[in-house]
């Protein structure tokens, strides 16, 4: 399956241009270095970017340049990235080790941690003033971006996940849950470029119900990884799931099943975007990059 950091053509150009992008919005901060120096640790130690290229991808579903996407596909990363930062925190997964690297509470000290990831959630919404001055949807994409990000969407995943630690959940409280903490922010990549462009009901239909899948085998493959793979390939602590007693897909359907279940996600994404042409052809290959991964 195509790997997004080592794939030539147009997913190669894709990374290369996010990878620039947030390069520019770390240039562009202000405020006292310690601080900057522990949001750009965490925001430029590399990663899949799966979020913001499925972004650029969608947007090509739409015939959007990429360029009236990229400001929301950098604001989706810094989310990202500080919900990771407050994920690997003592108080939540309390992980030392992210993207192969020791974590950023490990480096900065909790307090600054606390603080980089604060900072980047408020510059992921700074960061769109001009942007959203030109777009006519753009204050519904924004609410739409906050709402993904927020109580219903990832932070409600994660108090679900914290209070269903060390007991067992049904199979669909699970998928509720992922589809709030994991989910939410694959869903906002894909549908934000359809807000904007202003698509019709239906293909924000389909979207949402393509992009509902794909954050679900993302997760299913998330936690058969942490069952099968090692902590030098997944660059971050292994068997973590087993240790605090979660409920995971693999500890609900056995690994068998699991995986049985991601590859009947797969073949539904993959039979969903049959029907498209050239401009699908970014979103296959990101598709095909997460249902191939191996960290």
């Known amino acids: 399956m195509s790997n997004p950091i080592r794939t030539a053509g147009r997913l190669f150009e894709a990374k290369e241009v996010i990878e620039e992008a947030l390069l520019a919005s770390v240039r562009t901060l202000s405020g006292p270095a310690h601080l900057k120096e522990a949001m750009s640790y965490s925001l430029l130690a590399g990663g899949k970017r799966l979020r913001p290229l499925l972004m650029l991808a969608a947007a090509d579903l739409h015939g959007m340049v990429w360029e009236r996407v990229l400001p929301f596909a950098v604001s989706l ?3 990202h990235t500080y919900s990771l930062i407050h994920d690997d925190l003592p108080a939540m997964d309390n992980d030392d080790l992210r993207r192969g690297k020791p974590t950023n509470h490990v480096v900065f000290g909790e307090a600054m941690a606390i603080l980089a990831g604060d900072a980047l959630l408020t510059e992921a919404f700074v960061s769109l003033g001009a942007s959203l001055q030109k777009e006519p949807q753009g204050a519904k994409a924004l609410a739409y971006l906050g709402k993904a990000a927020g109580t219903s969407g990832m932070i409600g995943g994660q108090v679900m996940d914290l209070s269903a630690t ?28 359809a807000i904007l462009h202003d698509a019709p009901a239906e293909e924000i239909a389909f979207l949402e119900a393509f992009s509902s899948d794909l954050g679900l085998l993302f997760q299913i493959q998330d936690d058969c990884l942490d069952e099968t793979s090692d902590e030098i390939t997944l660059g971050k602590t292994c068997g973590k799931d087993a240790r605090d007693k979660k409920s995971t897909f693999v500890s609900l359907l056995g690994l068998s099943e699991a995986l049985a279940y991601r590859a009947t996600l797969s073949e539904r994404l993959c039979g969903s975007l049959s029907s498209f042409g050239e401009e699908a052809a970014l979103l296959r290959e990101v598709t095909e990059a997460i249902i191939g991964r191996t960290h």
């Open 77 to 79: 990363e810094m989310i």
């Open 166 to 193: 060390s007991r067992k959940i049904s199979l669909e409280e699970l998928k509720i849950l992922h589809a709030r903490k994991t989910g939410a922010l694959i869903q906002a990549a894909v549908l934000l470029p």
